[in-house]
């Protein structure tokens, strides 16, 4: 088992520019989640899904947006990057709404925006 | 106000000591109380989690609730070196949609040999 996995690990982007980050898993999770984090802030949570076909806002959803085709897979796009987006990303997955709701997370992905 | 509090560090002991870590929080509809380890440049991982008021002891780290101060603390007793990391606090209710964490800002923890 692989778990949760995120590719890429490293980006740099220039302020404009698009890109999607992608987060597999492979333990049939119903609930999955992107989350920013920043020095002092914790971990911010920008949209979720709580199953395929679906997405939702979460505390910081501006900039960004999501889709989840497939079960295991869950994708965030950046339409225009900013360099306020610049931050380290990661995903999470969890079985769904029975508590208490284990998150399990992938290694992140660091994105720089100049 | 945030709805969970934590002291972001960092706290530096030598080996062997110690360890408190502690969060406050306002909501009362919280009934999980989670800890997450995060080392450097790995994502958070589940260190243990409590259910409503009370102590949990796992090995060398005990959780502890108190719901009517609505703060939760964990314990490390004989800190390692291996434990430096990030230790992040989660919470969550039976209310909270999409089943939704609520994580503090994490206290940075070096423990030194």
């Known amino acids: 088992n692989a778990g949760v996995t995120q590719t890429p690990k490293f980006r740099v982007l220039k302020t404009g520019q698009s890109m999607t980050l992608l987060c597999a898993q492979d333990?049939?999770?119903?609930?999955m989640y992107w989350y920013r984090q920043d020095p002092g802030m914790g971990l911010r949570l920008i949209h979720y899904s709580v199953g395929e076909g679906t997405t939702a806002k979460g505390e910081v959803p501006d900039g960004y947006n999501v889709s989840r085709l497939k079960k295991q897979n869950f994708l965030l796009g950046l339409e225009s990057a900013a360099p306020s987006q610049t931050s380290v990303y990661f995903c999470a997955s969890s079985y769904g709404a029975d508590l208490p709701r284990e998150q399990y997370f992938g290694p992140g992905t660091r994105l720089t925006v100049t | 106000q945030k709805e969970v509090e934590q002291d972001p560090g960092p706290l530096s002991v030598p080996e062997g000591a110690i360890v408190s870590l502690n969060c406050t929080y306002s909501n009362s509809a919280f009934q999980y109380f989670m800890w997450y380890r995060q080392y450097s440049r790995k994502g958070p991982e589940l260190l243990m989690y409590?259910?409503?008021?009370g102590n949990k002891e796992d090995g060398r780290f005990t959780a502890q609730v108190d719901k009517s101060s609505k703060y939760i603390s964990l314990f490390i007793r004989d800190s390692q070196p291996s434990d430096s990391a990030t230790y992040l606090c989660?919470?969550?209710?039976?209310?909270?949609?999409?089943?939704?964490?609520?994580f503090g800002q994490g206290t940075e923890l070096s423990v030194k040999p």
């Open positions: 409590t259910y409503s008021s």
């Open positions: 989660a919470m969550s209710s039976i209310y909270n949609q999409g089943g939704k964490l609520i």
């Open positions: 333990m049939n999770h119903e609930y």
